[in-house]
């Protein structure tokens, strides 16, 4: 059995179980949109009435509960990128890791295979789960929006926003493999990947609330799938191109530093 294959089996049922709770957490709350927050409702004036410091953070000074794609934007697609974010570097910072704490990495490099195509095919893992994840979390989404057929629903900004979002998940992903590159213990790395996203998170609401910190807007990946910013703004093409040398930073820093790792057995 391949490694790739070996390692999308082990990690099915955890894949499996964020999926479904994200799923179906993401449809239920699309289906309060017209009781709770529909045009009529009385919620909107009630988020009116928030400090300006709380609808800034919220993306509630840009963004109207009483559309379905303000609803979304606030109220769903934040659960949707925080705990994405958590599952993708939670799984990618685990793959490397979990073979020097479980003892099995010496068994894995004594194989016919080169520790680049150890690297390649964890990466093959992460990113096959991450874009299942991603795509079956916004289609799911997405029917359950049009299930109640909203006249307001802006179809590209809501794809766009998927687009960015899975961007993303994978630019943590990757992080937190390359993170995992200097831990050899799944609970370091575990805890390392989930201060990761809580941290970036932290920094989003600080860019959002202070103008003297708006460049952390540029470290941050939250802030470049802000919902409040794709959906007024649309994609800002400087958000995907640091995205892109990121991404492609992390991948190569990896490869060449594991390569040359001393391998905990």
Known sequence: MNILRHDLIRNRRAFLIWTIS????SVWLVSMYSSVAGPGMEIQKYAEQFPESFKKAFGLDRLSLDNVMGYFGTEVHFMIILFGSIFAVLLSSSLLS??????????????????????????????????????????ASYFAITALKPADLDKPGFWKLAIMTTLVLLTFANLGFLASVFISR???????????VLGMYALQIISDLNEKFSFLRYVTPMKWASAADVLTAG??????GIMLVLNAVALVATYALYARKDILV
């Open 98 to 139: 979990r073979e020097e704490n479980e003892k099995t990495v010496e068994f894995l490099l004594a194989r016919p295979v080169t520790r680049q195509h150890v690297v390649t095919a964890k990466i093959g893992v992460y990113v096959a789960y991450v874009l299942l994840f991603s795509a079956i979390v916004w289609c």
């Open 22 to 25: 994200l799923t179906v957490l």
């Open 186 to 196: 799944s609970r370091t790395a575990l805890s390392a990947g989930l201060g990761l």
């Open 235 to 240: 994609i800002d093409g400087a958000y995907v």
